[in-house]
């Protein structure tokens, strides 16, 4: 991939306040992209410093507070980004939660209606918004965040696992809808990635052993490793894929090793 990959590219990144979202926004900025980012949570800062650091990088950004649960906030995020930037070409689907530690029997209905309702209803509203406007474009790309459990199931992950598969048919339909229209949509499908959503894994160097320890590879991934996957699906480079699941998890293939019990 070319360093300027993304000049002239206007990217939306939902989840841009820390983490892997973050990672994505800067390193598409760097690669040449205006991007919006996105966040519920506005009110520490931090998506402020998102937004900031791609400034003071040269390029564009807006930084807009959204719940991407909400209708309403989705079409809020998407207009202000076609009235500031004019165009949406890459959507990347990065905000998530998870509810870690019960099983699907013990989940309670406000857990899988906060879980579902953010991973899988907020990607579609994300994914129906952008699309819309990326279909008036005849171009864009979409890239949507999976997981490993979404492929695997996992004890303790209940509805966020539920949740993570949904999205990959999501992308898969979309892909389909939307190909005729050169818009491409695929998935990113990590395996345990080093940011404050899952601490508990690898902030104590003894979990963080124990967690490397099932991975091939022999670490943890950083959000790094996410970013340059989400830059190459992004990038003219992948051109040619679309409805794929690009998996980036050190050859980790779970089977019930998630908060086994
Ligand atoms: N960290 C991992 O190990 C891992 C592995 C596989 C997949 N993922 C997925 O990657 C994505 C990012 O994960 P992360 O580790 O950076 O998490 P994170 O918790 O560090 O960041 C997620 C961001 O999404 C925001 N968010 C949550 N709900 C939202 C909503 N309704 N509307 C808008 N924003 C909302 C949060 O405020 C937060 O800033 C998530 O979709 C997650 O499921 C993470």
Not at 3 to 17: E, F, H, Q, S, Y
Request: charged share 25%.
């Amino acid at each position: 991939m070319k360093p300027d990959c993304l000049n002239n590219k206007v990217a939306i990144v939902t989840g841009a306040r820390r983490g892997i979202g973050k990672t994505i926004a800067v390193t598409f900025a760097d690669a040449g992209a205006d991007v919006v980012v996105c966040d519920a949570m506005a009110d520490d800062g931090k998506l402020k410093e998102t937004e900031d650091i791609i400034r003071k990088r040269g390029r564009r950004s807006l930084a807009v507070q959204a719940d991407i649960s909400l209708r309403s906030d989705v079409e809020k995020m998407t207009r202000l980004a076609i009235d500031a930037f004019g165009k949406i070409d890459i959507l990347v689907n990065c905000a998530g939660v998870w509810i870690p530690g019960q099983t699907l029997v013990e989940c309670s209905d406000e857990n899988w209606d906060v879980v579902i309702g953010t991973n899988l209803k907020g990607t579609f509203l994300c994914c129906r918004e952008a699309g819309r406007q990326m279909i008036a474009q005849r171009s864009g790309c979409i890239i949507n965040l999976s997981s490993q459990v979404g492929l695997t199931p996992a004890m303790g992950a209940g509805a966020y696992s539920t949740s993570k598969a949904g999205i990959l048919m999501l992308t898969r339909q979309l892909a389909q809808e939307m190909a005729g229209y050169n818009i491409r949509v695929n998935a990113l499908a990590p395996g345990i990635v080093k940011t404050d959503f899952n601490s508990d894994f690898w902030r104590e160097p003894d979990k963080e052993k124990e967690a490397s320890g099932m991975v091939p590879l022999g670490r943890l991934a950083e959000t790094e490793d996410i970013a340059q996957a989400a830059l190459f699906l992004a990038s003219d480079a992948s051109g040619y894929i679309t409805g794929e699941v690009l998996c980036i998890n050190g050859g980790w293939h779970p089977t019930s090793s998630v908060g086994s019990r």
